[in-house]
């Protein structure tokens, strides 16, 4: 492809926020990046411009029928002042499979790449420096054609817009969240769309979501939508389960996301010589292992919270209380292990930093 | 509520398109109705305002989370120059089932009812007089406040936008359609979204509704989630059958859209004493009929086509001409019933009707 990527320039930057109260995905940088897409002309015009309002018609696709992708990952900010990004060819590639199953034209990986580390180097000063503090890059794609009938539009834009951003979980980090085992509503079934990163997942999980919060835990673990038997994950997270020395997660099955934290635990774990198995879980099996005593840790992974404790997990009338509600020493490990790669802090012996 | 609504209106208005090349979804009218909601105020300033595009950060959730809902219903010129409206009503109370499922909140009906009325009234000279010819009214809500992170949005719109249509399927009606049954991919499942209609539930059936049309199929008719088996509904229609004298559709179950057509088509058939059945139906029992000979006639119910008669079913290598591939009896006789009702033609025993 080889686009050159256009650069206007912000006037009037803003000031940046309190790094006390940063929260999540609330405060955007000065700049984000566009790319465009017609028939005629394919993928064009990357640029990285101010931030600042779309202007869409009414009858733009997106609206109407949810032809919506992302992705989402983070630059972290060295002690020595140096800017790294964690896998993303990962994020590009599912980017791209996102697109494959929601009928939008693929984009150059390069070129992707490029707009992220570009975009990145413009809004370097926004990377936080506090501790668990990044700067979160959201890349997504939407339907921008103004027509209504049910088709793949032919008008799209994907642009990168960045955050930056403290702990995902109202300020805690590392603190055990309460997950509540959701046995009616369905995220997703094989055959359907719940193994991309389509906005219209998330739009169908609030329901339960907030179900579950009334109920006074953080977080939903969705069955699969066949049988409402099988383990498949949490919210934003795949989910992990520590079980008589040895660790299980639900196997990519079609349904559930194939998360890049996931991959990186899994790697992680396997390196450490203990055994991981990627496999379908009943949550009955679970239940029985937590009564047996052998349900040793549970948690869930993410690139928002990295690896989220569950204190406890909730299962129709079983209440399944995990390591005294403390935080185990094995995510407590994997935490330190991976948040210690991202932050250039210990040897990143996998290759899987990227300096920008 | 007794809310007023604001009138501002265009002083630039557009050439109206020409009747022969109305085409679906492409021309919008000159105005189109908008009300906000945030915590604070509620829903409120209702306003019909110039039909201009929407200005939206680029982290409106809507983009991310598809948080969106739509309906879509017609306004019907009558040969003696009055407006009206098809069950209005009913369309008002799905929307608002629909704003419950996806945590929307909901919308007073009388107020909905109200803008679709003026809205109409104003765009008057917008609806075409030409047969087969309408104004479509496409009312929708989405979530605009500018935040990244899973959870119902405190910021939305409700908008209704107009569109003058001719056909649904490229200019024709009532000529038969060709439908491929599809195994593989899945739209919806019970626990999940599919009986509302939610904007990811379109982008979801895209990939689906791509390989039929290269297959040389013109829409996919989907089977549960659960077991591939059962009969669900057509892209953006319901199915009946028509068995050896007595009319079968899928029952509602939780996973399929409460069409509007069908349940009219239901009524009209029961008042013409007919036995319709509201159940689960196999393909495979679909198959059977048709190869004893009692498969007499298929055809999909909604909105845009109102009667679509299906000619040729497919399912893995069996295909089912129906009819000889030409319009049935009965399907002719629905449709006329119902258009003959909607152009105010034909007595409206019902009151299904509503003169704007
Ligand atoms: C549904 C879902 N599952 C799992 C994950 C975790 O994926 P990753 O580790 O790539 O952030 C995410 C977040 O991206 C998600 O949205
Ligand atoms: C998925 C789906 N099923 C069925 C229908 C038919 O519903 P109605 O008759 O109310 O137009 C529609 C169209 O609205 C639809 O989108």
């Known amino acids: 492809m080889n686009q050159v990527i256009e650069f206007i320039k912000s006037d009037r930057l803003k000031e940046k926020p309190d790094l006390e109260s940063l929260g999540f995905g609330k405060h955007f940088t000065d700049h984000m990046f566009i790319l465009d897409y017609n028939k005629v002309q394919g993928w064009h015009s990357p640029r990285i411009v101010p931030f600042e309002p779309l202007v869409l018609s009414p009858s733009a696709m997106v609206f109407h029928y949810g032809q919506a992708i992302f992705e989402g990952l983070k630059a972290y900010k060295t002690n020595d002042g140096r800017t790294l990004l964690f896998r993303p060819d990962k994020n590009i590639e599912r980017l791209n499979r996102s697109c494959e199953r929601m009928c939008i034209p693929p984009i150059d990986p390069d070129l992707v790449l490029e707009a992220i580390v570009r975009l990145v180097e413009v809004e370097r000063d926004w990377i936080p420096n506090k501790e668990g503090t990044s700067l979160y890059i959201r890349p997504f794609i939407i339907a921008t054609e103004p027509y209504l009938g049910v088709r793949p539009a032919s008008e799209y834009k994907f642009m990168i817009i960045l955050s930056p951003v403290g702990a995902y979980y109202s300020g805690r980090q590392l603190v055990p969240v309460k997950i509540y085992v959701e046995d009616e509503y369905v995220r997703a079934v094989p055959g359907g769309v719940g193994h991309v990163k389509t906005s219209g997942n998330y739009a169908a999980s609030l329901y339960a979501q907030k179900k579950a919060e009334e109920l006074g835990y953080d977080q939903v673990l969705w069955l699969d939508g066949k049988e409402n038997k099988y383990v498949e994950e949490v919210g934003s997270m795949n989910i992990f389960f520590k079980i008589n020395g040895e660790v299980y997660t639900p196997k990519l099955n079609g349904s559930i996301l194939s998360g890049i934290t996931r991959d990186s635990v899994i790697q992680l774990v396997k390196d450490w010589g203990v055994p991981v198995h990627e496999e379908r879980i009943s949550i009955e099996d679970i239940f029985n292992a937590y009564k047996n005593g052998e349900l040793e840790e549970v948690f869930g992974t993410g690139t928002a919270a990295v690896i989220s404790p569950v204190g406890e997990l ?36 996998f290759g899987w930093t990227k300096e920008v």
């Open 314 to 349: 909730k299962w129709n009338e079983h209440k399944m209380l995990l390591n005294n509600s403390e935080t185990g020493e094995f995510s407590k490990k994997l935490y330190e292990t991976i948040t210690n790669i991202q932050y250039g802090k210990a040897e990143d012996k």
